[in-house]
C-alpha cells in the first residue's frame, strides 16, 4: 500500500505542479479583433470621460488561438493589432487604472466574476445578456478598485437594464455558485477576462510529469 501511495503521489505532484505554474505570469500576444453579442451603452470612466461604448462580447486572439472574453478594464481604450500581454491571475487584475500604484481587484470580485460567466456566458448569448454582463463586470471592478478608478453607466437599452437587475440579484442570492476557470490578460490595451490559453512550452511538459507518474501508477498496479 505504501509504495501505491508514493507512485499516486507523483502524479498527484506532477498535476499539482501543472496548475501552479500555469497560474504565474506569463508572456501572450493578444489581439482584439472584434465583437461578439453586444449592446451600445453610454459610460463615464474615470479615466476616459463620457461616451458610447459596446458592451458584450470580445473576439480575441491569444497566442494565435481565437478565443472570446470580456473588458476587465473600463479605464483604458483598446490598441489596434498584436499587443505583448500577460496571463496571470484574476484576481490580479486589473492593472492600474491610472498608471501608478497597482490596485488589483482580489479574489472575491474574482470569484463573482467567475460566477457570472459560469452561470450567464453561453454560446447563444443574447445582445442583452452580453451587455449586462460587461456592464456587471465594469461594476464589480470599479467597486474594487476605487478609488484607483471609477466607473458609472449613465443609460443602456431597458432590456439590458432588466437583465442586469437579474443579474445582480442572482449573484447576491447565490454567493456559492459554481465557478469557470478564468485568467486575466493584462497589455498596453485594456485588460480582458477570458479562458486559460494553452501553453506549449514549460506547463506542457509539467503536465507530462502527471502522466508519467499516472503511467507508473497504472503499472505498479498491473504487476501486483
Not at 459554481?178 to 506547463?203: F, K, M
Request: glycine residues 8%.
Amino acid at each position: 500500500m505504501i509504495n501505491l501511495l508514493n507512485k499516486a503521489s507523483v502524479a498527484i505532484i506532477g498535476l499539482s505542479l501543472f496548475t501552479t505554474v500555469a497560474l504565474k505570469a506569463s508572456p501572450v500576444t493578444v489581439e482584439q479583433v472584434g465583437f461578439g453579442a453586444n449592446d451600445v451603452v453610454n459610460i463615464t470612466s474615470s479615466t476616459l470621460g463620457t461616451g458610447s461604448v459596446y458592451a458584450g462580447v470580445i473576439h480575441l486572439v491569444v497566442d494565435g488561438t481565437p478565443t472570446t472574453g470580456f473588458c476587465i478594464d473600463p479605464f483604458h481604450f483598446s490598441v489596434d493589432g498584436p499587443q505583448a500581454y500577460n496571463s496571470e491571475s484574476l484576481a490580479d487584475e486589473p492593472k492600474s487604472a491610472t498608471g501608478s500604484t497597482p490596485n488589483p481587484m482580489g479574489a472575491t470580485t474574482a470569484t463573482e466574476i467567475e460566477q457570472l460567466w459560469q452561470n450567464y456566458n453561453t454560446p447563444s448569448i443574447s445582445n442583452d445578456t452580453a451587455a449586462a454582463l460587461q456592464i456587471e463586470i465594469w461594476d464589480l471592478v470599479s467597486a474594487a478598485v476605487a478609488p484607483n478608478g471609477t466607473f458609472t453607466l449613465n443609460s443602456a437599452p431597458s432590456d439590458v437594464l432588466s437583465a442586469l437587475a437579474t443579474m445582480q440579484t442572482w449573484l447576491s442570492d447565490n454567493p456559492d455558485a459554481p465557478t469557470a476557470n478564468l485568467i486575466g490578460v493584462t497589455g498596453p490595451g485594456q485588460d480582458y477576462v477570458t479562458d486559460p490559453v494553452p501553453d506549449g512550452g514549460s506547463t506542457v511538459a509539467l503536465l507530462g510529469l502527471g502522466f508519467i507518474g499516472l503511467i507508473a501508477f497504472r503499472k505498479k498496479l498491473q504487476t501486483r
